[in-house]
């Protein structure tokens, strides 16, 4: 199923993203194929939504939000989870001036693949003066996952942006941990037009020796990576490791070229993400002038 909507400013535009489809696979089992597409739009000195399409099954949802908070779309994937073969894309642009908040809905579960690879593409673009929070929430990878994914960022000169994804090595509550499979967790950062960092996670077959050892995640069950990416990117830089943890979680961060980069490594996957709240929150309320808060959903 699929949709578009847009104001009352005319009709919805054209999607460039094609409807889903649910395929057969060689091994019988379907696999699906959503999109998502927002675009806000500020208009009379609000932010709006001036465009969604959305194909299942991806979908967005906007609860309402307290006073001094941008819009909110809460993105969900319907189908519970990711399989070899699945593939998610999203694309989110903030016009000039539009402020926006994008947060997971859930957990994302990426299951054992017999052979293919979940895939999942995001470009977030940014106008002048635009400022957009891509919040995540965990993605959790079970024993023989195959997952990429690409972020891709594109930048006005002075547009603001704060990014971030967390991934966790198995249900670490049921006593299961993870240390076979794929994953390759990609970013791309350009400002007006020019690249400015790229990254890449990449683990792939038993990957054990490399959760265990003190030069790679020295026995981490979780790890997450924020992005601050605005022209005072270096001024923040003392802010964001005032804001880090001190025991039990272990950060730090560094900034360059108009881009921070912060990361968080932890044994309890609990602890990180608590971690990786309080910073947020504190962050974009000492940088943006946003409340000091996370929405609600995050904390279901």
Known sequence: MAEAICDADGPAVAPEIPPATRREAADGVGRAEGALEMRFKRRDGVTHLDHLYQAAPLRALFPRVPRGEPPLAALTNTSGGLVGGDSLRLRLA???????????????????????????DTVLSLAEGAWLEWLPQETIL???????????????????????????FGRRARGEATHRGLLRDAWEVSRGGRPVWADALHLEGDYAATLRASAGFDGAAATATALYAAPDAGDRLTLARDLLPADGVTSGATAFEGLMVVR?????????RRAFGAFWSGFRHRAAGLPDALPRLWHV
Not at 102 to 120: F, L, M, N, P, T
Not at 142 to 165: H, K, N
């Open 94 to 120: 903030c016009g000039s001036g539009a402020a926006a908040t994008a947060v997971a809905q859930a957990a994302e579960k990426v299951y054992r693949s017999r052979g293919a690879d979940a895939r999942i």
């Open 142 to 168: 079970f024993q023989d996952a195959r997952m990429r994914r690409v972020t891709r960022i594109e930048l006005a000169p002075d547009a603001r942006l704060l990014a971030g994804e967390i991934l966790v």
């Open 264 to 272: 968080w490594l932890a044994r309890d996957p609990l602890a990180l």
